[in-house]
């Protein structure tokens, strides 16, 4: 199954794993530890973040290391810009709607 960043970031579990893993390299065991679901549920998010290519695992003599490669992030924030400067022209113009609203509610308290 081909797998997209869009993908990783769209589930919670997946999300806080990211935070954590932002802020520093841990084990899969580390990792686990820190949810209340099965440490298979936390190996399935591990698997498709890895696959999304935002996190690298690394094996280390017994133990596999999950550090964070957020680089892959910029794909969502290139997304999210288009959206962003629509919805700013958008509330611009409802401004500029309000503002003239109240111009003429103004003008027709004087008359």
Request: proline share 2%; aromatic share 8%.
């Amino acid at each position: 199954m081909r797998r997209d960043v869009f993908q990783a970031i769209a589930d919670p579990t997946r999300r806080a794993i990211l935070s954590l893993l932002a802020a520093q390299t841990l084990t899969l065991n580390a990792v686990a530890e820190n949810f209340d679901i099965s440490r298979p549920a936390i190996s399935k998010h591990i698997k498709i973040l890895n696959e999304c290519g935002l996190i690298e695992i690394t094996d280390k003599g017994r133990e596999r290391y999950c550090e964070a490669k957020l680089e892959k992030l910029n794909e969502v924030s290139v997304w999210i810009e288009q959206y962003k400067q629509f919805w700013e022209t958008k509330l611009d113009a409802l401004e500029t709607y309000l503002d003239q609203l109240q111009k003429d509610k103004n003008n027709d308290s004087l008359s």
